[in-house]
C-alpha cells in the first residue's frame, strides 16, 4: 500500500478537521499529490492539488480560502487542512498521486495513478 489516508470524522458546521496521507518517501518526492472527494452516485470530484516542483497549489472553487493543501517531506505526509466546514463538503475523501507527465492538468482524476483508500467527512448542520 503506498498511500494511506485518515483525520476523517464527523465535525458540526463551521469546524474544521485535518486530513493526513501518508506515502512512501519516493512517491511525496516524485510526483505531484492531491486529493478528490466523493458522494453516493456521483463522479469523483478534484478538491485540490500541490505541484512536485516549486509546490504550487490548485483548488477547486468552492474550498478556495477554507482548505489549505501541503506535504511535509519529512514525515512523508500529505495533509488536507479543511475549516469553515460546510454540509456540502460532506464526502469521502481520497488523497492520490498525479502520474509521472508534464501534463498541467490537475482537476482531473485520470491524471492520477495512486489511490488512497479514502476517509469519511461527514459535516452536520
Known amino acids: 500500500v503506498q498511500l494511506q489516508a485518515c483525520g476523517g470524522g464527523l465535525v458540526q458546521a463551521g469546524g474544521s478537521l485535518r486530513l493526513s496521507c501518508a506515502a512512501s518517501r519516493r512517491t511525496l518526492s516524485s510526483r505531484s499529490m492531491g486529493w478528490f472527494r466523493q458522494t453516493p452516485g456521483t463522479e469523483r470530484e478534484f478538491v485540490a492539488a500541490v505541484r512536485r516542483l516549486g509546490g504550487a497549489t490548485f483548488y477547486t472553487d468552492s474550498v478556495k480560502g477554507r482548505f489549505t493543501i501541503s506535504k511535509d517531506p519529512a514525515k512523508n505526509t500529505l495533509y488536507l487542512q479543511m475549516n469553515s466546514l460546510r454540509p456540502e463538503d460532506t464526502a469521502v475523501y481520497y488523497c492520490?498521486?498525479?502520474?509521472?507527465?508534464?501534463?498541467?492538468?490537475?482537476?482531473?482524476?485520470?491524471?492520477?495513478?495512486?489511490w488512497g483508500q479514502g476517509t469519511q467527512v461527514t459535516v452536520s448542520s
Open positions: 492520490a498521486a498525479k502520474r509521472p507527465s508534464t501534463s498541467g492538468v490537475y482537476d482531473d482524476q485520470h491524471e492520477y495513478d495512486i
